[in-house]
């Protein structure tokens, strides 16, 4: 590594750890969480091809969201490097892609999310190991999602901007970057219950 490259990286871990230190983050298992009754989202961002990197050696690839490190991961050769929709960087290991995401027939150049997950709102900032075994920092608003059998914390900015809610059958009948209300108007008229209590303690945490 250059002396350029060895300073930068010095530069940006001192401006992460300061990051950091500005929120107290509540240590928790996110294994212990309860995701009875939870509500079911399902992912309606696309993936953009040229937004895909293959990882051709390890490196360290830092999510950041609103100026906040979210998380830490290492990304291996055969990894794949996303960018997302709000420019934040992420990883999705090469054994997972398939699992999660497939060529949307529609969309040439594009993936589609395959399945649904549920979520449980955050009230307070956490900290955990997420399933890459990195630690994980999300602040109040945001969600622990459970995938299948892993559990991970996504950013209240990117699961709006990239989630919708879904029915169950995942077919997502209102996105979450309309206004609470209109939201819970959709879910209560669909029968939702399960989305009408996140909403409910959704709206509470704003007030």
């Known amino acids: 590594m250059s002396a350029a490259r060895f300073l930068a990286a010095l530069l940006c871990l001192g401006w992460i750890a300061a ?8 240590e928790i298992d996110p294994k212990s969480a309860s995701f009875a009754g939870a509500a079911t989202f399902r992912k309606t961002a696309r993936l953009a091809q040229d937004k895909i990197e293959v990882a051709k050696a390890e490196q360290e690839v830092v999510t950041i969201l609103a100026g906040k490190p ?6 291996k050769p055969g990894d794949y490097i996303v960018t997302g929709t709000l420019g934040e960087r992420y990883v999705i290991a090469g054994n997972r892609f398939d699992r999660l995401y497939e060529p949307d027939p529609g969309r ?4 589609r999310s395959k399945g649904t997950v549920l979520a449980v709102l955050l ?13 994980q920092r999300i602040d109040a608003g945001g969600v622990l999602v459970k995938n299948g059998d892993d559990i991970y914390g996504i950013a209240e900015a990117a699961f709006a901007e990239t989630y919708g809610r879904a029915d169950k059958d995942g077919k997502v009948f209102v996105a979450l970057d309309v206004p609470l209300a209109q939201q819970k108007a959709a879910a209560q008229e669909r029968g939702e219950s ?10 509470a945490l704003k007030k």
């Open 108 to 111: 040439p150049g594009e993936f």
């Open 70 to 75: 979210e998380t830490r991961n290492v990304a």
């Open 19 to 26: 990051a950091e230190a500005q929120t107290a983050y509540k």
């Open 123 to 135: 009230t307070e900032p956490v900290t955990f190991k997420a399933p890459w075994g990195e630690q």
């Open 194 to 203: 399960a989305h009408v209590a996140d909403l409910d303690r959704r709206m």
